[in-house]
T-cell receptor, first 114, second 115 residues
Framework: NAGVTQTPKFQVLKTGQSMTLQCAQDMNHNSMYWYRQDPGMGLRLIYY???????DKGEVPNGYNVSRLNKREFSLRLESAAPSQTSVYFC?????????????FGAGSRLTVL | AQSVAQPEDQVNVAEGNPLTVKCTYSVSGNPYLFWYVQYPNRGLQFLLKYITGDNLVKGSYGFEAEFNKSQTSFHLKKPSALVSDSALYFCAVRRTWGNAGKSTFGDGTTLTVKP
């Protein structure tokens, strides 16, 4: 049982390049999330999808787009990468979007933008 | 708006001593509160949560947390620390109504347990 799987684990981009981070979960969860983690700033929500077919902005959505491809998969796209997007990105999922649902996290994707 | 404060960037304790990692929160109405732990180069793992009822919540690996509504706090505790408890700990809050999916995390506290 893999849980939440993110690819790639590491990526180096040049300013202006684009890329997509992939995320898949096998727990039949309804809700999925993308967070970024920066030193001393905790986790900040970029986008989330409360259920298949819906997406919503989080705290820091600028420069990102998302696609909820199906119930299992939720991708994060950087159209034109900037050095400020250097970060560790975490995908997470939960059974439902609200309540006391626990988040299950992937192992993270470390992105460096030069 | 909701927010979480973890006032200590770093907590150092000796193995076998009790540990406390502090968390205070701000939220409209009643909160759901969570603690997660992150080991190096790993994603966050769930430790415990407060929903309602008993103010003392027990979780994984011998950790517990005490909810104090008047002080808006949810401190993480363990009676006897292990070296293997060394990790980064995050407190998170979500309000019990609306705002589906939006958990707010604190900045994290690095716990170091020395032998």
């Amino acid at each position: 049982n893999a849980g939440v799987t993110q690819t790639p684990k590491f990526q180096v981009l040049k300013t202006g390049q684009s890329m997509t981070l992939q995320c898949a979960q096998d727990m039949n969860h309804n809700s999925m999330y993308w967070y970024r983690q920066d030193p001393g700033m905790g986790l900040r929500l970029i986008y989330y999808s409360a259920s298949e077919g819906t997406t919503d902005k989080g705290e820091v959505p600028n420069g990102y787009n998302v696609s909820r491809l199906n119930k299992r998969e939720f991708s994060l796209r950087l159209e034109s990468a900037a050095p400020s997007q250097t970060s560790v990105y975490f995908c997470a999922s939960s059974e439902g979007g609200g309540g006391a649902n626990v988040l299950t996290f992937g192992a993270g994707s470390r992105l460096t933008v030069l | 708006a909701q927010s979480v404060a973890q006032p200590e960037d770093q907590v150092n304790v000796a193995e076998g001593n009790p540990l406390t990692v502090k968390c205070t929160y701000s939220v409209s109405g009643n909160p759901y509160l969570f603690w997660y732990v992150q080991y190096p180069n790993r994603g966050l793992q769930f430790l415990l949560k407060y929903i309602t009822g008993d103010n003392l919540v027990k979780g994984s690996y011998g950790f517990e947390a005490e909810f104090n509504k008047s002080q808006t706090s949810f401190h993480l505790k363990k009676p006897s620390a292990l070296v293997s408890d060394s990790a980064l700990y995050f407190c998170a809050v979500r309000r019990t109504w609306g705002n589906a999916g939006k958990s707010t995390f604190g900045d994290g506290t690095t716990l170091t347990v020395k032998p």
